[in-house]
């Protein structure tokens, strides 16, 4: 079936250092999004990408989705105490329009 | 404005027994969508309603799962028999889908925990 591949699974840094995280797909994708969950909180919407070779910025964030649309990153430059948390992405696929498939996340831990 | 909200946000139950989760979307949102999520893992896909129908039940894992959203608004997930197995947290997400490829983002409950015990 179609699967979405997330690594790292655990990411530990000192604050003020850059963190990647990157995202694979089996199947071409026809966009992916990202999330964030908190410790004992709920999936929040970061981005929605969609053309091949898409890049967005958010502040700090840098999202960038693949030539071929399999593959996805999001990078967090000098990190700090409020990025930790689990960051998913979930991508849908053009065959079955209505269904995101999430990958099992990165889990983000900053020392202050 | 209002979030989507799930009731109840804990249930605890006996295995066999039959259980109902409750997710009420926010309001004007079309498309509906219905996670499970253990931990340590991503959310996972049970089924996805645009307006009143489901439109994509492929994830629901067997005929235990059964959800409805019959005036187009509140879901209800029903699992029949549960067991020890089916214990997550379930979550309900809603978004505005507008048009059939276009993804808007999904605005998450805060989820019902479910332990079978």
């Known amino acids: 079936g179609q699967q979405v591949m997330q690594i790292p699974q655990y990411q530990h840094v000192q604050e003020g250092e850059d963190f990647t995280t990157y995202c694979n797909s089996s199947?071409?994708?026809?966009?992916i999004q990202w999330y964030k969950q908190r410790p004992g909180g709920h999936p929040v919407f970061l981005i929605q990408l969609v053309k091949s070779g898409e890049v967005k910025k958010q502040k700090r964030l840098t999202f960038q989705f693949g030539e071929a649309k399999k593959n996805s990153s999001l990078h967090i430059t000098a990190t700090q105490t409020t990025d930790v948390g689990t960051y998913f992405c979930a991508g849908t696929h053009n065959t079955n329009a209505g269904k995101s498939t999430f990958g099992d996340g990165t889990t983000l831990t900053v020392k202050p | 404005g209002a979030g989507v909200s799930q009731t109840p946000s804990n249930k605890v139950t006996e295995k066999g027994k039959y259980v109902e989760l409750r997710c009420d979307p926010i309001?004007?949102?079309?498309?509906l969508y219905w996670y499970r999520q253990s931990l340590g893992q991503g959310p996972e896909f049970l089924i996805y309603f645009q307006g009143t129908g489901a439109a994509d039940d492929s994830g629901l894992p067997n005929d235990r799962f059964f959800a409805v959203r019959p005036e187009g608004s509140v879901s209800t997930l029903k699992i029949q028999r549960t067991e020890r197995g089916d214990s997550a947290v379930y979550l309900c997400?809603?978004?505005?889908?507008?048009?059939?490829?276009?993804?808007?983002?999904?605005?998450f409950g805060p989820g019902t925990r479910l332990t079978v015990l």
């Open positions: 997400a809603s978004s505005l889908e507008r048009g059939p490829l276009r993804r808007d983002e999904q605005f």
């Open positions: 199947t071409t994708l026809s966009n």
């Open positions: 309001s004007g949102h079309t498309a």
